[in-house]
């Protein structure tokens, strides 16, 4: 497997950078979105919503600056901040947040695919030369066609294609880690808008209520 590695030439090895490059990305990404944003949003939004009931406006907060390193703390935090404004500017300032917020989530995401494409086309560059080397071997062997041109092109197709199929193998996973964290963020993102919208509804019933 090794040798078959090595004969793939100089950019089976630039392939391979993309691999560690891209396993470090998803395994970073993954971690942040599956495990430092992991919160139950429904058990916080009905607590927030329980003391806003009781008008525990100084509860509410707290319990927003319990999860402020989530994105979803921040932006409660930031119309709850606002409640003795008009409902634009509470909505405003939401909604100004969850614009701020949704580059944090998604950042880096895309880098997975552009390694990807970036891979297949490295392993059929890759080919691309390895046949271009075997041409001009064949070539400079003699002025007429070597006993062994065959088994020199073929050589040389054989080593190309590894570089190709490397491209491939590497470049499968990387979109499918693509995949896999885009829809985590995406789900992430359309929880936030829809806590949001809660409690900005909420809000509008306590100051209607007041």
Known sequence: MVAIFQGGGIFTYA???????????????????????????????????????????????????KIEKHPLGRTLKAGLLRLNKKDKEIERAMEEKILREIPVIRARINYLAMLSIVSILLGFLGTVVGLINSLKEMVGQAPQAPPNAMEVLIGGISQAMVSVAFGFMVAIPCLIGYFVLDSRGNYLIAQLKEKTLSLFNALSTLKANA
Not at 29 to 41: D, G
């Open 15 to 65: 392939i391979l950078g993309i691999f560690i490059i891209a396993l470090g990305l998803f395994c970073e990404r993954a971690y942040f979105l599956y495990f430092q944003l992991k919160l139950n949003a429904d058990d916080t939004l009905q607590r927030i919503a329980l003391l806003l009931e009781k008008t525990n406006i100084r509860g509410a907060l707290e319990e927003c600056v």
